[in-house]
Each structure stands twice: as structure tokens, then as C-alpha cells.
């Protein structure tokens, strides 16, 4: 009876900031990359067209700045939660750091990985995942790294003046370089990899919209995170995550928004081939 109660019904996966402030990097993400390919294949006849729409060379600059603070404030927004989750939902850095539910890599990242290299070549069944998959875990890493090297690099770059007080100028050469070809191999792997990871592999072909929405039909969930699942029964907290569906307005738009970006990356992908390929200087 109580699961004829459950059916239809959906599993709240992310909060309403996990969204917000994934769709305000996918949103700052595609601005830089637009910008910043526009610049580095400046000579391509696509970099010169799309230029025109961010209104020349000079002003795609001021807008690729804007998209990098966006990026800066989500990326200190995120980690300033991380300090209340610890604080209100975990109660101390080792539970959140190393418990079921962490982000860090573990045994059973290593234990997924193997299984699934069986599951591909019909060698075992699929192995059952839990909160974050290990190749979830890779691409929240990447992140950090960067925001890292990109990010210093880029503000290298925007402050150069001050930042050749500490550093001497061939550093800024240096700089142009890093952030340049950090920033190609991003763009590649988000539009790539990270594409196919979320969206383009059989079980959620063409589109995953839970990071968008934050729920997923709880029958998905079931078969798609069979380990969490499982811990949430058996712990009686399932209960508290069971959501209803949204209205299909509110899925269309999402899907909307979903379909641009995808459409951007993807084409993204289509002009740097032709361009390393084609007319590389």
C-alpha cells in the first residue's frame, strides 16, 4: 500500500541553492567560453561573426570578466554552505569529509569503477551507486581545480600592473598560456565528457533534468542510486525527500533552457575542431 502511495511521486535530490547556483555556472560557464574561444581562435570566421553579437573583440573582454565574477561569487557561495551543511546537517567535518554521502573519493569510488568496467564489457552487473557516482565526484573536483588555475591566471591577467609587484613580467606570458589552454581543455571536457556523463549515455538520453528541477521520478531514483536508496529506507528517512511533480509549464521552460545550453556546448565543440584542425595558427 505504500508503495501504490509513492507512485508518481518524486525524489527531491537537489536543494533550491544546488540548482540556482548550478544554473548560474552553466549561464557564466558559456559566457567564458564563448568569449574566451572568440578570442583565442580570433583569426577563425566564426570567432569574427560571434564576436559581432558581443559586440567586438573588446567588448566580448568585458563581458568574459562579468561571467568570471558570476562564476568567482557561486564558486564562494558553494563553499560558504559547505561550512553550514557542516554546521546544521553533519555536525562536524569528519561525517561531512568522510561519510556515506561525501564528495571525497573512497573504497567503494574504486569498487564502482571496477564494476562498471565489467558492466561495459558484459562481464558483471551494474554496480549499485549511491549518492555520487565517482565520475560525479571528478567533475566537482575539477572545479576547485579550476578555479584555481584558471581563475588566478585570469586574474593575473585582468590586474597585471599589481600583480607584477610580486611577480616578475615574463610571468604574465606564462599566465596567457596556462589560462588559455586550461581553459580550452575545460570548455572540451565540460562539452565532452561531462555531456555525455549527464546527458548523452543510454539511461538518460537526450536530456537529465534533475540538477535543473532537483527531483527525479522515485522509481528512477530507485533503479538509478539503488545503494542510497536502500540506506534511506532502511534509516525511515525517505519519507521527508518524496515531492510531487511540477506543472509541465515548469518542465517545458526547463527543458528549454536545458536544450540551449546543450546546443551551445555542442556547437562549441564543432567550431574548435574545425578551427585545431582546419586553420590552427
Do not use: C
Amino acid at each position: 500500500m505504500a508503495e501504490m502511495k509513492k507512485k508518481g511521486k518524486y525524489f527531491q535530490r537537489f536543494t533550491r541553492l544546488n540548482r540556482g547556483l548550478h544554473i548560474l555556472m552553466i549561464m557564466s560557464f558559456i559566457t567564458l567560453a564563448l568569449t574566451g574561444m572568440t578570442l583565442k581562435f580570433s583569426y577563425t570566421g566564426w570567432a569574427v561573426l560571434l564576436s559581432h553579437f558581443f559586440g567586438g573583440f573588446e567588448s566580448a573582454g568585458y563581458f568574459h570578466r562579468f561571467a568570471a565574477s558570476v562564476m568567482v561569487g557561486v564558486f564562494l557561495t558553494h563553499v560558504i554552505d559547505l561550512f553550514r551543511l557542516r554546521k546544521k546537517e553533519f555536525g562536524s567535518w569528519k561525517k561531512l569529509l568522510l561519510g556515506d554521502n561525501s564528495m571525497l573519493f573512497n573504497k567503494k569510488d574504486l569498487r564502482d569503477f571496477i564494476d562498471s568496467m565489467k558492466w561495459f564489457l558484459g562481464k558483471g552487473e551494474r554496480p549499485d551507486y549511491g549518492r555520487w557516482t565517482y565520475w560525479e565526484k571528478f567533475d566537482y573536483f575539477a572545479v576547485f581545480w579550476g578555479m584555481l588555475v584558471i581563475g588566478s591566471t585570469g586574474f593575473t591577467l585582468w590586474f597585471p600592473e599589481f600583480f607584477t609587484h610580486f611577480v616578475p613580467g615574463w610571468f604574465i606570458n606564462v599566465a596567457t598560456i596556462i589560462h588559455s589552454d586550461e581553459a580550452l581543455l575545460a570548455t572540451g571536457f565540460i562539452f565532452t565528457v561531462h555531456f555525455f556523463n549527464t546527458h548523452l549515455r543510454p539511461e538518460k538520453f537526450p536530456m537529465d533534468i534533475v540538477i535543473f528541477s532537483g527531483r527525479v521520478p522515485l522509481e528512477e531514483f530507485k533503479l538509478d542510486r539503488p545503494d542510497e536508496y536502500k540506506k534511506l529506507v532502511e534509516s525511515g528517512e525517505l519519507e521527508k525527500y518524496i515531492v510531487d511533480a511540477y506543472p509541465p509549464i515548469v518542465i517545458r521552460g526547463i527543458r528549454l533552457f536545458g536544450w540551449t545550453a546543450l546546443t551551445i556546448g555542442l556547437s562549441m565543440v564543432i567550431w574548435i575542431i574545425y578551427a585545431m584542425i582546419f586553420v590552427y595558427k
